[in-house]
């Protein structure tokens, strides 16, 4: 058997065979980047006829400035809401939406709150929301019907009412026991308004005593033996009739009238000299 030896390839064949391999990368390069000059001459061509249309649009179909200026958001809380809109009218921006709230202690028809709120930097003609006091919120009268009298207006003030005053009433519950308001329960008032408080005075136990032909001391005293009070005094002229004398009361002799109540007399007025 023979064998053929091995020679080793000369120096210029080796070289032929790497110039070849470099030609092949070369023409694989160029390629590559011609196929990537054409993307890119592809793309620069599309972005230059968007930006072109964006252009002509912005310019001529609807024209605006390219760079919007920014306006401060005045303050407008406090204000009515007529003067509210005229200031932002001003500021080159839109009052927009308009909300009603209650609110406890601005009058109706104040703005109370804006969104965006005050320095705050807007694009012009931005819009800005407000909110409108209806004022405070409605309350309603407290029950306090059978409640002592100071109990009652502590609880007619702590529901941000006031005791407008006190009128007595002729009724079956203890004395000093409230037996009504005005305005009834439940009413809805403004906080602050008052309210008048109808305090029983007792039953009509104590028949009134007739009073005619007394004087006004002995009228007083007869009538705080029975537990009555002496009331409003009148006068009126009565020729022939001792003056100083009592000739006529309300309610009349025999009414029952509660503990504490009060009668009014009228007295003969002296003639004049």
Known sequence: MRFRRHRPQSFELQ???WF???QGIGHLWNRQMNRRRRLIVGGSAITAMFLFGYLFAAIFLF???IFQRNQDVPRVTGLSLADAREAIEEALLVASDTEVVSHPDAPYGQVVWQDPPPKLAAPRGSGVSLWVSRGP???PVPDVAGYEQALAAGLIEAAGLRVARIDTSVAPQERGVVVNTRPPAGQSLVPGEGVILFVSVGAPTIAVPELSGFTLEEARDALEELGLVLGSTRTRRTPGSAPGLIVGQEPAAGTLS???AAVNVIVIRG???
Do not use: H
Request: aromatic share 6%; no cysteine.
């Open 15 to 17: 070289w032929r065979s």
């Open 20 to 22: 070849r391999s470099l």
């Open 63 to 65: 024209p605006a400035p």
């Open 137 to 139: 919120r409605p309350v």
């Open 258 to 260: 509660a503990p504490g």
């Open 271 to 273: 003639e004049r000299p």
